[in-house]
C-alpha cells in the first residue's frame, strides 16, 4: 500500500512469501536475518534491493516468491485476534456502503483494524475514516496494523463509545461491527447526510432483527439483509470441484438509506 | 456519484425513487413530466430543486423517497443488456484485485459497462482504466451509462481485441470478464507490473480450467477460483427467514498474482 | 407405488410423460382421450397395453417417454396447493426420523398429503402412519393424493388437532410440519417409545427457537437444527455450470430423541 | 436396527452414549467391562438388562444417555474408511432412486458399506441390495459393518468389478458410488427393468460430465444433476446463527430412468 513507484523490496517492508500454491506467509523484511519454514530459510539479506516479484531459493532449494501485499493479505493479517471479518464481507459491506475515494466515514468498533483499513484505504487519500473503540489495547493494535499498511494518515482513531454519540455530522456511510448496532442506529441518523448509508455485520439473527427494527424506527429506507458464502474450487484438468470445507457463517450484512424526517423536508424546502 | 456538495436534486439527474422497502425505480429528472406507477405518478417539479432524501406523495397519496443512486444502482441499471455481473461479484473481483485510488487499470470485455464503471468508481480521480471491447454497440452503451455515473472521465474504451494484445503496460491488475479468459493471459503477464493481480469472472467450469492452466503455464502465483452466493433475509420480528428464491450461480472468480520470469530477476539484480 | 409385477400402462393409471429432458407432465390415463401439449397431442389408447417406459409420438412427431411416477414426483404433483416440502426435504426428514419398512409414526399436519404419501412409502407394508389434520377439506385432499400413489393403505387420516394431544403410544417417530410445532413437543414426549425421535420442518427461525427450548425442557436429547440447500447443474460437455437460479429456503429441520425421565428410569430398575 | 420389541440394553449390542448436546459415542456393550471419556467412565453393567433411553452416571458424576443406534449412526460409524458418503447423501440418493420396502437394487462399490446398509434398511425385509466390490478387504469391513447393523441379511456381497457387467436383471434401481461410473452405465440399462432408475454420486465435475454423456448415449431420460449443501444451525434464544464451519462439498448426485429402446417397444407391441 506504499506508493507505487517504490516497487523494490526494502527493509522494514512486510513482504509476503509465497510457497508454490496458496501457501503464503506475511514477514516482516530485516537486513541480516531470515525466515524459517518446513521448507528451508530464506535469507532476508537476498531479497533487499530487488524487485518485488523476485523468485528466492530456501536453504533447501525450494523456490519462494517475494510478494507485495495487498489489502486482502493485510486483512487476513489483522484477523487474528477478534472475530474475523473476512474479505468477502468486507468487499461486500465497501460496496454496499457506497463509499469510494473521498469519502468520510464512520466506523465502529475499530478492534484489530482490518474494517477500518479496508475503508481508509478506499478513501484515501482525499477521504477519512473516523473509528470508535472502547477498549484501549484495541486501538494500539489497530494503530500498528494500519500503520503497516501504510493507511494510518486515513484514519482517525477515537477512544470513544459510538452507543453515546457520535462526533461526526454530514458523513457518507457508517460502518458498524458491534455487539449492540441497534444502540448506534439514531445517532448514525444525526450524523449522516440526506441519502447516506448505514451498514451493519452481525453473526446472530437476534442482532439483525433488533437492527433492522432501529432502522425502521429512524427513517432509514431501503433496509436489506443479506448473507454471503464463499466456496473455494479445486479446479485441476479432469479434477475439478469444489474445496471439501468452507466458512459456514461469519455474518449478517444489514444496509439503509437515511431518508429526510418531515421537519428536515420541511427547512429544506424553504432553505 | 457527481460532488458530494450537490444535494440538491436538479434537472437531467438520475435519481432512485423508492417505494417502501425494497421496490425502487431508476428515473431521469426531466421538467413538467411525471413519473408514473401502479402506486400513483410523481411530478418531477415536486422535486427539482429540493434535498435528496426528500419524501414525495404520489397522485394516489403513497410516499415515494428519491435517493440519489449509489454505484451499486448504477451497475444494476447497466446490467440489463447483457450477461449479469452482480454487485456481490463486482465487491470481490475489486476487493481480490487490490485496486484502489489511484491505480491502473485493463479491463476487458467493456459490454454494458457494469464492471467498468465500477473499477472507474474506485480508482478516480487520478487511476484510469483501459476498457477493451470488440463489440461496438456495446461501447456506444457503455459510454452512456459510464456518463450517466459521472464515471467517464476516469475511462478510457478502446474498440480492440483483447485477445490480440493489450497496448498499457506496468498496470496494476487485468480484470476479465469475456468468454475466452485464458487468451488473455500471456498479454496480462506482459502488461502487468510485477505483484500486479488477473481476476477473471466466468460463468462455466471449463472456463475456469482453461484459465487457470494459462495462469499456472505463464508465472502467475497464488492462483485461486472461488464462487459466491449471496442469500437475501426476511427480517421481521417473529417471522423472520431467509429468502425463498435466490440467484444460485452468476460465475466463478478466479484469481492470480504476476511473479517474475528468471530473466527478469537477472535484469533486476544487474540493474 | 402399484405392485412391481403390473408393468403394463392400464386405464385408470398416473403416468409421468417425459418430453425430452426434465419436462414431464403426470397425468391420468384415459381411454378415447388424449393429452395435449405445445408439442402436439398424445393419444392414451397409444399407451394402454404397452410396457411402461415406451416412447410414443405425439401428432407432431415429437417423442414422449411414458414412464411410471416415483415418490418424487407424487410428491411434486402434490405439493401444489399448500406450503411447499420439498422432496430434498422429506428425505432428510424421512433419513433422521430412522423410519423404515414396520415403522409406527405420528405426523401432523396432514395438508395435501405428500409428507403422509412418504411417510406411508417407507414403513409399508407392516407400518402405519397416523397423520393429524384440523382442516377438514385438506383431508379429502389427502386422501386423494394417497389413493392416486396407492398408499392409503398405511395412512390412518385423522380430523383432530395434534396439539391438544396425541392418541397413539410407542411410536417410532413424531414427524411435525406446522405451525406451532413446540405445542406438540411435550404430546411427542408421552407418544413416542424410549430412544424415539421428532423431526419438526419450520421455515421461520422463531419457530425452530421455540421448538429447540421446548426439546429440552421435556427430556429430548441430541437435539439439531440443520437447513439443507440443493442446486442443479447443467450438465453439457464443456459448458458446464450450476443452474442460475435456486430455491433458497424452504425451511429448517430440527431433530433430537427422547431419554428417560427419572421416575421411568425408576421404574424400569424395579421392573 | 434389531427388533422394534428389543428395548432392553443387552450385551453385544451397539449403544450410542450421548454427553449432553450433539457429543455421541458409538460404543459396544461388554459386561464387566466401562467405557472411559474425559468426563469419566460408564460401566456397562449399570446398563445391560435397562431400558434403552436410559440416564446413567459417569464416574464423575456426568450424566450420559444410551441410546440405541439410528441407520444414520451406523452410517457415520461406517463412513471411517473410505471417502465419505454422508446421510444427506443418502437420504437424497435414495430418495431419487425410488426404492422402497420390497426392491431389487444393484449398488457398486460397497466400500465399508455404508451406503449399501443404507440401501439395505430401506428395501427389508422382502428386498435385496445386491453390492459390487473388486477390493476383497472392503469386503469383509461392510460384512462387519452391516451385522452389526442387523442388515446383513439384505444384503448379497459381491466381489466383482461392476464395470465388467451386472448379474441381475429386471432391478428396480442401480445406485453407484465409484470412481468410473460412466462404464458402468450401459451394464446398468440391461439390468433395469423398464423405467428403473440409475443413481451415481461423484465427487468431481468431469465424473459428473462423463456420466450424464453415457446416459443420453443409453437412452436414459429425465438424467438431472443436483447437489446439496447441509448447514447446521446454533440455536439458543437471543444468540441463534448458522454454524461456523460446514462441509463445503461431498459429492454431485445424477439421476436418471430407463427409457425402452424401439426394438424393446416393438416387441412389447408384439408381445
Known amino acids: 500500500?506504499?506508493?507505487?513507484?517504490?516497487?523494490?523490496?526494502?527493509?522494514?517492508?512486510?513482504?509476503?512469501?509465497?510457497?508454490?500454491?496458496?501457501?503464503?506467509?506475511?514477514?516482516?523484511?530485516?537486513?541480516?536475518?531470515?525466515?524459517h519454514t518446513?521448507?528451508?530459510?530464506?535469507?532476508?539479506?537476498?531479497?533487499?534491493?530487488?524487485?518485488?516479484?523476485?523468485?528466492?531459493?530456501?536453504?533447501?532449494?525450494i523456490d519462494f516468491v517475494a510478494l507485495k501485499p495487498l489489502l486482502r493479505d493485510y486483512i487476513m493479517k489483522c484477523a487474528r485476534q477478534t472475530q474475523i471479518t473476512y474479505p468477502k464481507d468486507i468487499a461486500l459491506i465497501v460496496m454496499f456502503s457506497g463509499i469510494g475515494p473521498g469519502s468520510q466515514v464512520v466506523e465502529a468498533g475499530t478492534g484489530t483494524g482490518a474494517?477500518?483499513?479496508?475503508?481508509?484505504?478506499?478513501?484515501?487519500?482525499?477521504?477519512?475514516?473516523?473509528?470508535?473503540?472502547?477498549?484501549?489495547?484495541?486501538?494500539?493494535?489497530?494503530?500498528?496494523?494500519?500503520?503497516?499498511?501504510?493507511?494510518?494518515?486515513?484514519?482517525d482513531l477515537k477512544h470513544k463509545d459510538i452507543t453515546l454519540g457520535i462526533d461526526e455530522t454530514e458523513v457518507d456511510s457508517v460502518i458498524l461491527d458491534l455487539a449492540t448496532p441497534w444502540l448506534v442506529v439514531p445517532h448514525a441518523y444525526d450524523a449522516l447526510r440526506p441519502c447516506g448509508t448505514i451498514v451493519s455485520f452481525s453473526p446472530t439473527i437476534d442482532q439483525v432483527v433488533k437492527t433492522a427494527?432501529?432502522?425502521?424506527?429512524?427513517?432509514?429506507?431501503?433496509?436489506?439483509?443479506?448473507?454471503?458464502?464463499?466456496?473455494?474450487?479445486?479446479?485441476?484438468r479432469g479434477k475439478t470441484r469444489p474445496q471439501t470445507l468452507m466458512t459456514a457463517h461469519t455474518g449478517y450484512i444489514t444496509f439503509a438509506r437515511k431518508a429526510l424526517k418531515p421537519e428536515q423536508q420541511a427547512e429544506s424546502t424553504t432553505a
Open 1 to 35: 500500500m506504499k506508493t507505487l513507484t517504490n516497487q523494490k523490496i526494502t527493509e522494514g517492508d512486510y513482504i509476503l512469501l509465497c510457497l508454490k500454491q496458496r501457501k503464503t506467509y506475511m514477514v516482516k523484511v530485516e537486513a541480516g536475518k531470515s525466515f
Open 38 to 61: 518446513h521448507k528451508g530459510f530464506v535469507k532476508f539479506d537476498d531479497l533487499i534491493g530487488r524487485d518485488y516479484g523476485q523468485i528466492v531459493k530456501s536453504s533447501m532449494g
Open 115 to 155: 474494517l477500518t483499513a479496508s475503508v481508509a484505504f478506499y478513501i484515501k487519500p482525499a477521504g477519512k475514516v473516523h473509528s470508535y473503540e472502547i477498549r484501549e489495547e484495541f486501538i494500539k493494535t489497530a494503530e500498528r496494523n494500519l500503520t503497516r499498511a501504510g493507511l494510518f494518515d486515513f484514519a
Open 213 to 236: 427494527e432501529a432502522l425502521q424506527e429512524n427513517r432509514f429506507v431501503d433496509v436489506e439483509t443479506i448473507e454471503c458464502l464463499m466456496r473455494g474450487m479445486q479446479v485441476e
